[in-house]
């Protein structure tokens, strides 16, 4: 069983920035491609980014150029960070570890508004 805990989400402007973490609750980042997903109201679920146990980084096209996944293996931690931010990037943002089981967080919502 992996725990993936979601944090640094809120309320930012048009154009700021944020960066989002995941902490998953054991050592996993050699097993797992970890992903960061989003789901805005009304909408299907979204992959946003995710990196592979090789460390090869995939971004969905809304975002490339601006979002930027990244992991720190000593803390057991992925990040996302965002910039360039758009009233059209709203939605709760998930972490996902996926291999032969998938697991997520429990969401962190980001908000884009003036």
């Known amino acids: 069983q992996v725990q993936l805990v979601e944090s640094g989400g809120g309320l930012v402007q048009p154009g700021g920035s944020l960066r989002l973490s995941c902490a998953a609750s054991?050592?996993?980042?050699?097993?797992?491609?970890m992903g960061w997903y989003r789901q805005a109201p009304g909408k299907q679920r979204e992959l946003v980014a995710r990196?592979?146990?090789?460390?090869?980084?995939t971004y969905a096209d809304s975002v490339k150029g601006r979002f930027t996944i990244s992991r720190d293996n000593a803390e057991n931690t992925v990040y996302l960070q965002m910039s360039s931010l758009k009233p059209e990037d709203t939605a709760v943002y998930y972490c996902?570890?996926?291999?032969?089981?998938?697991?997520w967080g429990q969401g962190t919502q980001v908000t884009v508004s003036s």
């Open positions: 996902n570890a996926a291999a032969h089981l998938n697991f």
């Open positions: 054991r050592s996993i980042f050699n097993i797992y491609t």
């Open positions: 990196i592979s146990t090789g460390g090869t980084t």
